[in-house]
């Protein structure tokens, strides 16, 4: 083998026919002419042992640059080729050493706790923010099962499910803090545990939601005070003629700012609320949408033709003022925005995938695409002028997507300009 211009095996070559010919003259010289053949061969089998063992000693001594032994032939070779792979796999080490340190930094440094664990949910590694937000101490809780230390059911449950999942938690040692716990199941033996203190975000929330709650609840005792008076008025058959129609306007002004009150206390209350699991029965859902159809067609100063496709067979579990409420929102919306004489369908069934579907359809003009995903906002209307007309609040749909998220169905939206829209949700 030549490399470099050298022929090692030549050189092992040439060692070879030297020995076997010191033997050849040894034997002529002396006349035994096989023992000096098997002397010089085992003299050089004896010499490849001693090179191999100074190999293996300098391997053993960990086969630094310095310690090579003094070869040549194919043992130079040999050699070299050891150095080389194992220079080679320090460099290779040395790179992947290097990305791991980059790594643990950026992730020792995010202000997120991360904890990584394997299938059993054994801590393998956790970052500094973990000892600030979950109390983990890696020196001392490497190995440990997850649910052993944060014993906080929603947590335990996470971990039970282990699929990509968020969660909020309030923590044990302070129901003050708030953290946002997502797990990530990377591969079959690791995931990752993120967690985010997310109390200031929470406590704004709750304030919010206060300051709705107290200011609408302050305002509904004035309120039905003025109304009460503008109703006196109203009856008054001494009230002046020019001031009929201001309080009749007043009176409307009044109704509407109640309903607007009324529709608010309702939305802080679902939200400040968890779904009562006392209050949950099975409910006839045709039965309900029955009646609704027939209150909300009752008052419909402009008839639709409203076509009912209900399967009296099909029940769920929920709580009824809230499924009515969902009810008499798509419903009565679907009357209120379209034409008269228009056809309005209302069905409850079972889809293809077996989900239970209540959905209003309607033959009016459409909602443009740029409203659809904004329509569950609070006060977000398409046509403003046209809602107050007709007396709407802006908070029926918020209100509807609320008790639907409570229910743990999902509300879809479908609408063509021109063509009408329905309103499903699919539980
Ligand atoms: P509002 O009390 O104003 O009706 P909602 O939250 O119920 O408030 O509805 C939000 C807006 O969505 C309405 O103002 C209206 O513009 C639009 N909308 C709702 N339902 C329909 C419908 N069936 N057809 C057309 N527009 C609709």
């Not at 042992?49 to 053993?60: A, F, P, T, V």
């Not at 009752?298 to 409203?306: F, G, L, Q, V």
Request: hydrophobic share 40%.
């Amino acid at each position: 083998m030549k490399n470099n211009g050298h022929d090692y095996w030549g050189v092992e070559r040439w060692r070879l026919i030297l020995i076997v010919m010191a033997g050849l003259l040894l034997g002529w010289m002396t006349g035994f002419w096989q023992t000096c053949i098997i002397l010089s061969l085992t003299s050089y089998i004896i010499w490849l042992l001693y090179k191999l063992n100074q190999l293996h000693n300098w391997l053993e001594k960990g086969g630094k640059a310095q310690d090579i032994p003094d070869n040549d032939g194919i043992w130079e070779r040999i050699t070299y080729h050891i150095q080389s792979t194992k220079k080679k796999s320090n460099v290779r080490k040395q790179r992947m050493s290097n990305l791991l340190k980059r790594f643990q930094g950026i992730i020792t440094s995010l202000p997120y706790a991360t904890v990584v664990l394997n299938a059993n949910n054994e801590i393998d590694w956790a970052n500094k923010a973990s000892m600030e937000l979950l109390g983990i101490q890696l020196r001392i809780d490497r190995g440990q099962r997850l649910e052993n230390l944060l014993r906080i059911p929603k947590i335990q449950k996470l971990l039970a499910m282990n699929e990509q999942k968020e969660i909020e938690v309030s923590m044990l040692y302070d129901k003050q803090t708030k953290l946002a716990i997502q797990l990530i199941p990377i591969q079959k033996n690791l995931k990752l545990l993120i967690a985010r203190d997310i109390s200031e975000r929470v406590s704004l929330q709750e304030m919010r939601k206060n300051f709705i709650a107290n200011a609408s609840h302050e305002l509904r005792t004035p309120l039905t005070v003025i109304a009460g008076y503008l109703e006196i008025m109203q009856a008054d058959e001494g009230l002046p003629e020019n001031l009929k129609a201001a309080v009749l306007a007043a009176s409307g002004q009044s109704a509407r700012m109640q309903s607007i009150i009324e529709d608010l206390l309702t939305l802080s209350r679902l939200e400040n609320s968890e779904l009562d699991a006392n209050k949950i029965d099975t409910i006839n859902m045709a039965k309900l949408i029955q009646t609704i159809t027939n209150n909300e067609t009752s008052i419909d100063k402009y008839p639709h033709i409203i076509k009912l496709d209900l399967d009296e067979n099909l029940s769920i579990k929920g709580i009824e003022s809230e499924l009515a409420s969902v009810c008499t929102n798509l419903i009565h919306n679907a009357i209120r925005y379209t034409p008269e004489n228009t056809e309005i369908i209302i069905s409850w069934n079972k889809n293809k995938e077996g989900n239970a579907v209540f959905s209003v359809e309607d033959k009016g003009s459409g909602i443009a695409e740029e409203h659809l995903s904004r329509l569950t906002e609070r006060f977000y209307r398409v046509d403003k002028g046209r809602s107050q007309d007709t007396g709407g609040t802006g908070l029926g749909l918020a209100i509807v997507q609320h008790i639907v998220n409570r229910h743990k169905g999902r509300l879809e939206i479908k609408s063509e300009i021109g063509k009408g829209s329905i309103f499903s949700v699919v539980f």
